[in-house]
């Protein structure tokens, strides 16, 4: 099932499945049962809906595909769903934008917002859904982020009417941030420092989070962090994933397929950034991802991924992060 035609064909089928879960107000059907896609299942998650559009507009950038106009215009309407959530918070200064959900800012919607809007400025043909030019919008919200720096970690949570900080913190949010900031462009000598100390740190290495695999891969292609920092950092965290594999032993599809991610993001690190680590190691990666990738597809079927050997429940972020491991196993191969 990993060969290239098997690879494009579970990328196209998720991505078709969740254009087809857009409903006419931008909002997908956020989970279902395998199946029956036409009974819709309780909750929604704001940073999941940014993230499942980031791994779609991906699919489509990536793969450099012809999509349909309805299509396109499904993918708008999902974008500006998002996009009509950003409110300014008065008690910030300057032009800036925030995600706001149930009256409070998760930072690492933030982070899923830009990266989510970064893409949509790579497609071609898209409607304008911003409040703002595109770039004004992706510049205000990256205001915020950077506002949450506090010293060399980040806020997590704040309430949108006084900006009140609020206790929650996420083993996701800084990951996402950062990664936000580096693929639009916006971070700044400050957050650098941050990204940098927290990998010193080794931030990220114990939860194996492919939120900060993403962000150090961003950052090694981009040159915005020394490169004998980032290759300490990138070994750790991709050996932990390698050798400390425990995470297949919950038979549940997302937790694998978020390891996935990350092995294959390291992956294509290796192959536009050569000479940096061993071959050894990136080898071994791909070996772990493939092993991954084929206990991935227990729970596959049409499109549709679903939680594991206990629950049939499909949700956009399931189909998000599986999908998107096979379109990163697909693109090493081009």
Known sequence: MLDP?????IVLASLTHLLGLVRPNGRFVYAHTA???????????MLRHCGTLWFMLRAMNDLQLDLAEDARTALGRAVGYA??????????????????TKGAVKTGGIGLALVMLAEYGRARAMPEVTPDTLDDT???????GRAQREG????????????????FRSDYYTGELLLGLFVSGQSDAAIIAAAEALMARRYGVPEQSHWMAYAACEAAERGLIGEERLQGYLTDLVTGMIEQNGYRGR???TPIACRTEALTRF???????PGRFPESLSAAALQAADENLALQLDWYEDGQFWKGDDERKVQIDYIQHNATA?????????
């Open 5 to 9: 035609d098997n690879l494009r064909r």
């Open 35 to 45: 199946g029956a896609p036409d009974q819709p299942l309780d909750g929604y998650n």
């Open 83 to 100: 996009a009509g959530k950003f409110d300014r918070p008065v008690w910030l200064p300057g032009p800036t934008l925030a995600l706001v």
């Open 138 to 144: 992706i510049a205000a919200l990256a205001a915020y």
């Open 152 to 167: 060399q970690d980040f806020l997590h949570k704040r309430q949108f009417d006084d900006g009140t900080v609020l206790p």
């Open 251 to 253: 038979r549940q599809s």
């Open 267 to 273: 992956v294509l690190l290796c192959q536009r950034w």
């Open 326 to 334: 096979f379109l990163n196993r697909l693109l090493i191969l081009y």
